[in-house]
């Protein structure tokens, strides 16, 4: 095989490469925001002692809400 032909090789690998990266971030945050935040962080506690804080009413209508806005 010709230099030429080596370059070539490399450059495709290097796509491929950074094609797969760039996927595998897209689908972690595409997991985290279809799931939410996970019982560790902070930013889930701070949701859980706003949500307590919150009436009844409110925690309905947020979740009518959510519903609603999710594809089926």
Known sequence: M???DWAFVA??????LLF????????????RSQHGATDLSSSH???QDDA????????EADDGDQ???QPR
Do not use: E, N, T
């Open 52 to 59: 307590s804080a919150r009436s009844p009413a409110r925690l």
């Open 67 to 69: 519903q609603a806005g």
């Open 11 to 16: 450059a495709c690998v290097a796509g491929a």
């Open 20 to 31: 797969g990266v760039w996927s595998f971030q897209m689908g972690i945050a595409f997991h």
């Open 2 to 4: 010709r230099k030429r």
């Open 45 to 47: 506690r701070r949701s």
